[in-house]
């Protein structure tokens, strides 16, 4: 049985990289699951500004994708967005909207479905609130959306704090990320190992997985990569790509350092490969600056990789220092190094001790089918009468 088509509004959907679009993903994956129609709007930098690509034929049973060229400012973006939306609904009668990051997705979802008399939720993600809110984002425009949206969830009890803080708004629900802990486990067979990459079998391995860039904190894990080399033949597996606006930071440094092995596998669109990747490393490395509940994270969790990270965002909230993993102190993210030192001081009874505990976290509080019950209670508060 089919309920009422929604329409989900993000930025970013695969092919797009990164942890926004993945989320758009599994979200929207996991709604067709629950038996309702999804219609995805995302923008796409690769159509001519205004251009619509629709899906290639309608099927309920995923989630169907309409990509929208973008023009050059949002201001022309938007109201455009506005008349596809329009030809949409009158389409496919939707019975909610879900934006997905406070902005773009999230304003335009609930300013549409105000205008269309239908309920709206919107998704707060984490740079959302730690930077639009700050100039040249626009701190009305938030305020607006997170007063008028039906529904708002946030991906860490954290983010539900800053909710209240700039909307007074105290019914935020804690929607978690999660992951595939059949594809992400220690289990999982591989046929990735050191040698196929050029990792000396002596080498330690300090790993992190995503797109690098300064939130994520390149400069501390380069730094940490400097320490533990000193001690320790040692790579840095970058299990993704390195954002091009930071490109000239990783060029700096191996011309400072020039023995510094690096190893950067580039985008990797499947998880399966991304969770064999992940096995090869000794230690598994998040020194964000700011956050909201990183994926990569989880993901490293899932499989059993010792965790050190950062105390930013929602990252306490999956790690409990010195049982599961790790964590730095953000303003002590200069001593990653050091932290990693003691770290491979451990015996290996008590690292995998740890590992096994990681996994245990992510099993009982991130898998699927948690969040598929949190996502039954989103949808039975947004739509009530929908079953």
Request: net charge negative.
């Amino acid at each position: 049985m089919l309920f009422p088509p929604i329409l989900f509004i993000t930025e970013r959907f695969p092919p797009d990289i990164g942890g926004l679009a993945s989320s758009s993903f599994r979200i929207t994956q996991a709604l067709c699951n629950l038996g309702f129609a999804v219609d995805v709007l995302t923008w796409s930098r690769y159509l001519q500004a205004g251009e619509v690509l629709p899906p290639n034929f309608i099927n309920d049973t995923k989630p169907q994708v309409y990509r929208i060229g973008l023009y050059r400012h949002w201001d022309s973006t938007m109201p455009h967005t506005l008349n596809i939306l329009d030809w949409l609904h009158d389409t496919r009668n939707y019975a909610a909207v879900w934006g997905h990051y406070l902005f773009p997705g999230g304003f335009l979802a609930t300013w549409f479905a105000a205008n269309k008399g239908i309920p709206s939720t919107v998704s707060a993600r984490g740079n959302d609130l730690d930077r639009e809110m700050f100039p040249p984002g626009d701190f009305a425009r938030l305020q607006w959306t997170l007063a008028n949206a039906k529904v708002i969830t946030a991906v860490s009890a954290d983010i539900v704090k800053k909710i209240q803080l700039l909307s007074r708004r105290f019914d935020a629900i804690a929607l978690k990320n999660a992951v595939d802990t059949d594809i992400f486990s220690p289990t999982i067979a591989t046929q990735v190992n050191r040698g196929s990459l050029g990792i000396a079998d002596n080498e330690v391995v300090l790993g992190f997985a995503g797109e690098l860039r300064e939130k994520k904190g390149q400069v501390f894990l380069f730094q940490a990569l400097t320490t533990v080399s000193a001690k320790h033949p040692t790579c840095l597996l970058i299990i993704g790509e390195i954002r091009a606006s930071q490109a000239t930071a990783l060029q700096s440094y191996t011309s400072q350092y020039p023995e510094a092995h690096i190893i950067v596998t580039g985008h990797i669109p499947n998880p399966a490969p991304v969770a064999q990747h992940l096995q090869l490393c000794d230690v598994y490395l998040q020194p964000s600056l700011w956050e909201g509940m990183p994926n990569a994270l989880l993901e490293a969790l899932a499989v059993e990789c010792c965790c050190i990270a950062s105390d930013a965002g929602g990252i306490p909230e999956v790690i409990n220092h010195g049982e599961n993993g790790f964590i730095v102190p953000r303003h002590q993210l200069h001593r990653l190094g050091e932290a990693v030192l003691e770290f491979l001081e451990l015996e290996t009874a008590i690292r995998r001790q740890i590992g096994k505990a990681a996994r245990d976290h992510i099993v009982t509080e991130f898998s699927l089918q948690q969040e598929k019950l949190r996502l039954q209670t989103v949808i039975d508060l947004l739509m009530p009468n929908s079953v």
